[in-house]
C-alpha cells in the first residue's frame, strides 16, 4: 500500500482502532507487561510459549483417573480379546443355567479354562495396571472394582473345574460372567477414548489450514513443488496471491496484506513487509511474497496448537470423578458384604455355602452397567459436540457450566462481526440516489487496498453496482480523498473534516464519511462493526437459563453503549486485558461460577481464571490454550448450544450412574443372603439378569441424549 493510501485513511483509522476492535490488542506492547504478571506469556513467540506450556502442563493432568487410559489401546485389546471371550461365552452356562446359544462337550470347561487364562493375562493387563495405580493413591475405584470382580470370578472358576475332575462334586462356575464383565469393560474403555479421539477433529482443521504443497525456491531461480512435511529451516518458498502460507517464516521479498483471522482474532489483514513474521495456516492477500522457513514440524505453531488441544483432552473431569467415587464406594461395599456374608454363613451354614454367597457377591457387585455409564455418554456427547462445532477440552467444563451464574461476552469477534461493513448510506440533497453515491464512492475508493476502501468496495460489488470511472484521484493527508469524473469535483472525507454537522443518524459507534459534490455534501456513509444475527437470540437464552449476560470490551464507551444497548445488556468499556481479569476474579469471590467467552490474546487471562473459558473462532493460540471450550465457528448460537449440552450431558450421567449403580446396591445384599431367612436369594442367574438390564438400559438412556436444534 503506497505511504498516501495510510495517509488518505489515516482520519478514520483512528475512530476504527476503537470503534471495530479492542484497542488493547493494537497498541500490543503496553499491555505485555500485565500478560507477563499475570502468567500469560508474550505472544509475540508463539513456540516459545508453547514449550512452556508443554512443559508446564504434561506434569498434572492425567495420572490419577485416568492413568488407565494409557495402559495399552483398548481397541486392539478388545478387538483381539473378543474371539477368545465369544468362544467362552459359548462353551460356559451363565452361571449353570444353559442359554439356548450354548453347548458343551467332554473337557469342554478345561478348554474355556485355559481360554480364560489367556484373557486374564491379555485382557485383564490395563485393569489390573490401572488398579495398582489406584491403590498407590489410596482410592480405589473403577479399576480396582473391574480388577476384584474378574480376579474373584476367574479364581472361583478355575477351582470350580478342578473340583469337578479332582472330587467328583459339580460346582458351579462363573467363567460366563468373566469374559461378559472383561469384554464390557473392555468396550466402555474403547468407547470412551474414541469420544477422547474425536474431539481431535479440531486439531485435523488446524492441519487443513496449512497447504500440502510448498514452492520452493531454488538456487537458479527455479521453482519446485515440495511436500510441506519435506520444508527444512532456511529453505526460500514463494507464496502466490490467495493461498495459504506453508509454513511459519519471516518475508525476504514482497509486500502483501495478511490475514490470520483463523490464529489471532485479528479480523482486519495485516500489512507485512520484508523481515515481517508470517504464521503458517494464514492467507496470503494480492502481493506474492518470497519467505524464508523459520519453524517446521513439531516447532510450528499450528503443531503447538494441535498438541495443546491433545494434551488437554486427558484431563478427568469431576463428573468423571462421581463415577469414580461411586465406584469406590461399590469396591468397599463390595468388600465389606463378601466378609459378612462369609463370616455369617460360615456359621449358619458351612464353608462351601459361605464362598458360594461370598462369590456371588464379589462377582455381582463388579457392575457391567457402570463400566459403560459414563463412557457412553461422554461418546454421545462429543460427537453431538464436534457436529455442532463446539470442541470440550476439559470435561469439567460441562458439569460447572450447569451451575454457572455470569457470563462475560467479549464484544469484537464474538458478539459482532468484527469486520468493518457499510451499515448504512444515505443521501442528502434528493437528487442521487443510493446506487449513484455506492458508485461514485466506490470510484473514488477504487485504488486503495485500505480495509475501509474495500468494504465500499465490497459493498458495491454485492448490490451489482459498477464503480463511476475517476479520471485522477488524489489522498488529502488527514482528511480523505478527492478525485474529478465526468467533469465534476468530488470528495469521500470525515466527518472532522468535513466540520460541519449533517443531519443523519449514526449507528452508535460507526464511523462516518460524506461525499461532496463541487464542495456540496450529497451523501455519507457509515462503517462500523456489525452486530452477528445470534447474538439477540443467545443473550434471550442466557437470561432464560438465568445467567447474567455482561460485555466487556476493550473497545471505546460509545460503541460498547451502541451494542449493549442493542443487547439491552451491562456492559463495561475501555477495559484492557488485567481489566477484564480482575472482573472475572472479583465475581468468583463473590461466589459466582463465571463462564468467560473471548477470541483474542486480551482475553488470555480471563479465560485462564474463569470457570469456563470458552474461546470463540479459532481464536489466538494464548486463547485456545487458555480456554476449556472452543467454538470452532463463530457463531454465538453455539454458545447457547454449549449451555444446553452441559445441562443435558450432566443429566445424563448422574440418570446412568444411578441406574448403573443402584442396581448394585440392592442386587450386593441379596447376593449376601440377606433376605435368605424369608426365603429371597439372588438366584445367581437372575443377578447376571438383572445386570444385563441395567446395561442395556444405561446404553439406551446415553443414546437418547439429544439438543434440539
Not at 485383564?124 to 489410596?138: H, L, N, R, S, T
Request: charged share 20%; glycine share 10%; aromatic share 6%.
Amino acid at each position: 500500500m503506497a505511504k498516501n493510501d495510510k495517509d488518505h485513511h489515516h482520519h478514520q483509522d483512528e475512530q476504527v482502532d476503537h470503534s471495530k476492535m479492542d484497542h488493547s490488542k493494537h497498541v500490543g506492547h503496553s499491555y505485555h507487561e500485565d500478560q507477563v504478571k499475570e502468567g500469560i506469556q508474550d505472544d509475540s513467540n508463539p513456540a516459545k510459549i508453547h514449550d512452556d506450556h508443554a512443559h508446564h502442563n504434561h506434569g498434572g493432568h492425567d495420572h490419577s483417573d485416568h492413568g488407565h487410559h494409557h495402559h495399552g489401546n483398548f481397541k486392539e485389546i478388545f478387538l483381539k480379546s473378543l474371539p477368545l471371550g465369544i468362544v467362552i461365552l459359548l462353551l460356559s452356562p451363565m452361571m449353570d443355567v444353559r442359554l439356548p446359544f450354548q453347548f458343551t462337550f467332554p473337557y469342554s470347561d478345561i478348554v474355556v479354562a485355559v481360554l480364560a487364562t489367556i484373557l486374564l493375562v491379555y485382557g485383564g493387563k490395563p485393569f489390573y495396571q490401572g488398579a495398582i495405580a489406584e491403590f498407590k493413591e489410596k482410592a480405589p475405584g473403577m479399576m480396582a472394582l473391574i480388577s476384584l470382580g474378574i480376579s474373584v470370578s476367574y479364581l472361583y472358576s478355575i477351582y470350580a473345574v478342578l473340583a469337578r475332575y479332582v472330587t467328583g462334586d459339580h460346582i458351579m462356575d462363573f467363567f460366563f460372567e468373566f469374559a461378559s464383565l472383561l469384554l464390557i469393560m473392555l468396550l466402555g474403555h474403547w468407547i470412551e477414548m474414541k469420544a477422547v479421539g474425536e474431539a481431535g477433529d479440531a486439531q485435523k482443521s488446524l492441519a487443513e489450514l496449512v497447504p500440502k504443497d510448498a514452492h520452493v525456491v531454488l538456487e537458479d531461480d527455479s521453482i519446485e513443488t515440495r511436500p510441506v512435511n519435506e520444508l527444512k529451516v532456511g529453505d526460500l518458498v514463494r507464496v502466490q496471491a490467495g493461498e495459504n502460507v506453508p509454513a511459519d517464516g519471516i518475508i525476504k521479498r514482497g509486500t502483501s496484506r495478511i490475514n490470520e483471522a483463523l490464529l489471532t482474532g485479528e479480523s482486519k489483514p495485516i500489512e507485512k513487509g520484508a523481515g515481517d513474521k508470517v504464521i503458517g495456516g494464514s492467507t496470503n492477500g494480492a502481493g506474492i511474497l518470497y519467505l524464508e522457513v523459520q519453524e517446521t514440524g513439531d516447532q510450528s505453531f499450528i503443531s503447538q496448537v494441535q498438541a495443546l488441544i491433545s494434551q488437554a483432552q486427558d484431563q478427568p473431569s469431576r463428573a468423571e470423578n462421581l463415577a469414580q467415587k461411586v465406584a469406590g464406594w461399590l469396591f468397599y461395599i463390595a468388600i465389606a458384604a463378601a466378609f459378612i456374608a462369609f463370616v455369617v454363613w460360615l456359621y449358619i451354614a458351612d464353608i462351601q455355602t459361605a464362598v458360594l454367597f461370598t462369590v456371588t457377591t464379589l462377582v455381582i457387585a463388579c457392575p457391567h452397567a457402570l463400566g459403560l455409564a459414563i463412557p457412553l455418554v461422554i461418546a454421545r456427547s462429543t460427537s453431538l459436540g464436534a457436529s455442532r462445532g463446539l470442541l470440550v477440552k476439559d470435561r469439567e467444563a460441562l458439569e460447572l457450566a450447569t451451575k454457572a451464574d455470569v457470563m462475560i461476552l467479549d464484544k469484537t469477534g464474538t458478539l459482532t462481526t468484527g469486520e468493518f461493513k457499510v451499515l448504512n448510506m444515505e443521501t442528502l440533497d434528493g437528487q442521487h440516489t443510493e446506487p449513484e453515491l455506492a458508485a461514485l464512492m466506490a470510484g473514488i475508493e477504487g485504488g486503495s487496498s485500505h480495509p475501509i476502501a474495500q468494504s465500499i468496495i465490497h459493498y458495491a460489488e454485492k448490490q451489482g453496482i459498477h464503480p463511476v470511472r475517476f479520471d485522477s484521484v488524489d489522498v488529502v493527508s488527514g482528511a480523505g480523498v478527492e478525485g474529478n469524473a465526468n467533469g465534476r469535483k468530488y470528495g469521500l472525507i470525515s466527518q472532522k473534516a468535513f466540520g460541519r454537522n449533517v443531519a443523519v443518524d449514526v449507528p452508535k459507534g460507526a464511523t462516518l464519511s460524506i461525499l461532496v459534490e463541487d464542495g456540496k455534501p450529497i451523501g455519507t456513509v457509515a462503517l462500523g462493526d456489525e452486530l452477528k444475527e445470534a447474538s439477540k437470540t443467545l443473550i434471550q437464552a442466557l437470561k432464560h437459563n438465568g445467567i447474567q449476560p455482561i460485555m466487556a470490551t476493550g473497545d471505546n464507551e460509545t460503541a460498547a453503549q451502541g451494542v449493549a444497548e442493542e443487547l439491552g445488556i451491562e456492559y463495561r468499556a475501555n477495559q484492557s486485558p488485567q481489566d477484564k481479569y480482575d472482573l472475572v476474579e472479583s465475581l468468583k469471590n463473590k461466589g459466582q461460577t463465571v463462564i468467560m467467552v473471548g477470541d483474542g490474546v486480551n482475553d488470555a487471562p480471563s479465560l485462564a481464571i474463569a470457570d469456563v473459558g470458552i474461546a470463540v473462532g479459532a481464536g489466538t493460540q494464548v486463547a485456545i490454550d487458555s480456554a476449556d471450550v472452543i467454538l470452532t465457528q463463530s457463531d454465538p448460537g453455539d454458545i447457547e448450544s454449549f449451555i444446553e449440552l452441559a445441562n443435558k450431558t450432566t443429566s445424563k450421567m448422574k440418570q446412568n450412574l444411578v441406574w448403573g449403580a443402584g442396581y448394585n446396591f440392592i442386587a450386593i445384599p441379596i447376593a449376601a443372603g440377606i433376605l435368605a431367612s424369608i426365603g429371597i436369594t439372588l438366584a445367581p442367574a437372575a443377578g447376571a439378569v438383572l445386570m444385563s438390564v441395567s446395561t442395556v438400559i444405561v446404553a439406551i438412556n446415553a443414546m437418547a441424549l439429544k439438543l434440539k436444534n
